[in-house]
């Protein structure tokens, strides 16, 4: 899998870099970011994934983080991936902003005509997480995931279908219930079809952790208390679901702050530092 | 004079607000950004100007600086006004990136069609400082400036040409001699006429130096060694000129960084520490 760096920022101390590669998964060229702090010079370096929300490509998470600060600080490597496919122009794919390109929900398809392409998870799992440790000098296996929103529960379900695979998860205003919000009916809908084929289950947070078995896990999930878009979220019913599971849940509201990337810049130097620790 | 508030986030435990208004100087509606650390809900504080450039509006800053975290750690406010008027379809404004919309270059122009509303000197000087003087909760005369680019020259200039009004002053990668390089000599003809009618020198940080007339005063210069507009920045002619005069120039270069916000983020809490010690 050959890799074509796209941009190199020097950027405290380290490189922002932008890298693109033709993804078997998606059928179609993909970018994703990586910020190597100045320790990667030296040394073998864990990797925290980041995975962004609805609407964003790589650039969001890069440009309005302010992660790169902390990950020099720590000395961990960021890697953040694109949001859904790009450029196959499926028709549908570009009517609404919380549907298609910029929404794949980290999901794979099992519908027409999206199940070709839309392959988000398998993307992450067998496709980049292999061409990271393969192509920099990462710690193998020494890898954390995070995400904002979409991204958020796209971190959370992750981690709990791939049970010790990440050392750690957390989530800025994940929406931790797509099931029963409206961004996930109608993405769940078109993706995997009518709730009563019973395949959404397999992808909604809240679900998942009810039969989640595997290494003690814990979810910290970060939640603006002023989030517009708070009702789609329903942060309670994650935490309700994992009491009556073995995954401890963490959940941290934050006064006035609502669902944007100056939320997550506050808090994202915390997020780090709660991986890092993990991590070594 | 009435203000608009557009938007407000929170963000690093204090406020990132958008204001509009209407210009008097500029003759068209204006928008800035404040930035309101916790600590201006107790007491007045000082306020910094950030002056951006070429192409940006006011929210390069705002959202790719992280100059945020830094305001909320020193308690002090950011104010940073966009960088030309907007919106008067002069014939002319907008057919190049480096003049016009987005390229006002901190000057009063004096030719025609650009005399009557490119007036960004006096917006600034004569507008905005009362503006925020009179509706902020500021530490009145407890000011300092910086900016970037087109905009770090047009800090150097304001300093220069109002002694004692700026605590302290610095720039990031600053076109230093604009009579001298293409931005420059393309913006200060079409704006002020040909060089031989003598008034370049008044607009240009690397003369006026020589002539400053005040108290003592430092130019804090950033550069970074990999920028690639560094051809038109021409920092060793600032440099050369202030040691004929009583001004004292720091220039620090910066390894590796170009002229993106990527540099200005990883040295902008340098910056924000060393105002925030001339101001108090």
Redo the contacts between chains.
Sequence with gaps: MALTEVSG?????GW?KVFSHESNQLGCPMKFGVYFPPQAEDRKLPVIYWLSGLTCSEANFI??S?A??YASQYGVIIVNPDTSPRGLNIPGDSDAWDFGVGAGFYLNATRDPWKTNYRMYDYIISELLPLVNQNFNVLEGQQSIMGHSMGGHGALILALKNPGLFKSVSAFAPICNPSVCPWGIKAFTKYLGPQDEGQWSQWDATELVKTYNGPPLELLIDQ?S?DQFLSQLNPENLVEACKSSGVAAILKYRD???H????V??FIGEHVEYHFRHLN
Excluded: H, I
């Design positions: 920022n020097k950027t405290f101390g922002q440009e309005k302010g790169q600060r603006g002023s006035s702050y609502n944007s990337y100056y939320y810049a506050t």
